[in-house]
């Protein structure tokens, strides 16, 4: 019997769709991580005149890898990817002012504590070869019976 891959790309993953889909791929998945793999020169809406993307981005790389990270939960258990909302972020420290397009980033996401309604604190960071770049605390949550939304199609509840 064949069974077919969980997902092929990270559109199978998550809402967003170019040019506000930042991520190229998830890299690495296991039970409470995802690594997921970004490109600056993808992010050309946030860029300055040189290319540079400001690390204040890499927020939103964060929230688009735990976005993936659910991604993978629904598809895991049978369902489409559902929206979420990024509540917060504690201690988002950088150590650069922008990111190079062509950097290949890496952004990697743990899941540290979920409660009964579904509020996860995620620990995240952002590599660049063995270089850290930048990393937070970020809370985010899945409600359950929240609006689900398929692009290229209406909106529907649940």
Sequence with gaps: MKTSPLFESVEDLVLHRPPLLLLQSVSHWDVGHVE????????YLFADGEG???????????AQAISAYAGIIARQNGEEPSIGFLLGTRRYDTHVDSFTPGQQLRVNVREV???ENNLVLFDCDIHAGEDLLASAQVKAIQPKGTIQIKPDESVKES
């Design 113 to 115: 504590f979920r409660d």
């Design 52 to 62: 540079k993307v400001p690390a204040w981005v890499g927020l939103e790389y964060m």
């Design 36 to 43: 997921a793999i970004a490109d600056p020169v993808d992010s």
